[in-house]
T-cell receptor, first 114, second 111 residues
Framework: EAQVTQNPRYLITVTGKKLTVTCSQNMNHEYMSWYRQDPGLGLRQIYYSMNVEVTDKGDVPEGYKVSRKEKRNFPLILESPSPNQTSLYFC?????????????FGPGTRLLVL | GEDVEQSLFLSVREGDSSVINCTYTDSSSTYLYWYKQEPGAGLQLLTYIFSNMDMKQDQRLTVLLNKKDKHLSLRIADTQTGDSAIYFCAERTSGTYKYIFGTGTRLKVLA
């Protein structure tokens, strides 16, 4: 089954404790992206990757890191989480930018930083 | 800069039509998407339209595009309680990967 998976789905942590949220897709998609969803703000893009070893900042990259060592995986790293990073995070992937092909979204990771 | 705007809430009675509105700013060749997010789930693509089209219909869904006013609407005919969700409008310039999302409209369907 074609899908985007994220782990963990729920996470409670404390300020400053490094964490990683994994994202994996099995569709051989080139493009992957991370978003955060906050009430009244919609989805805002954190980072995206156009292919292996190619990443770039989205609209809200501060406090986050990503890596793309393999095509299927795109982990999101919070080196020193802070309470303002409490949010719902979505990973997404897409095949091509030249067609109407849209993004496929993972189920989301709800993060609470105390 | 690029911006996509939506109203935050909409409430309709079961069986009525729902119309969710969105305005966007990008004037380039653009794809415009409607996504549905049910509670506890990710975003699911409902439909999309390219900026050179005026209308697209898919079963109970009708998308209307007013290019002059950069206004996009999603009409859901015969709205059901299962349509209760958050609906996001998004735009993407053709040839890029950058998506701009609206704030989402929470649709509540009253029985």
């Amino acid at each position: 089954e074609a899908q985007v998976t994220q782990n963990p789905r729920y996470l409670i942590t404390v300020t400053g404790k490094k964490l990683t949220v994994t994202c994996s897709q099995n569709m051989n998609h080139e493009y992957m992206s991370w978003y955060r969803q906050d009430p009244g703000l919609g989805l805002r893009q954190i980072y995206y990757s156009m292919n292996v070893e190619v990443t770039d900042k989205g609209d809200v990259p501060e406090g986050y890191k990503v890596s793309r060592k393999e095509k299927r995986n795109f982990p999101l790293i919070l080196e020193s989480p802070s309470p303002n990073q409490t949010s719902l995070y979505f990973c997404a992937s897409s095949l091509s930018r030249t067609s109407a092909e849209t993004q496929y979204f993972g189920p989301g990771t709800r993060l609470l930083v105390l | 800069g690029e911006d996509v705007e939506q109203s935050l809430f909409l409430s309709v009675r079961e069986g009525d039509s729902s119309v969710i509105n969105c305005t966007y700013t990008d004037s380039s060749s653009t794809y415009l998407y409607w996504y549905k997010q049910e509670p506890g789930a990710g975003l699911q693509l409902l439909t999309y339209i390219f900026s050179n089209m005026d209308m697209k219909q898919d079963q109970r869904l009708t998308v209307l595009l007013n290019k002059k006013d950069k206004h996009l609407s999603l009409r859901i005919a015969d709205t059901q309680t299962g349509d209760s969700a958050i609906y996001f409008c998004a735009e993407r310039t053709s040839g890029t990967y950058k998506y701009i999302f609206g704030t989402g409209t929470r649709l509540k369907v009253l029985a």
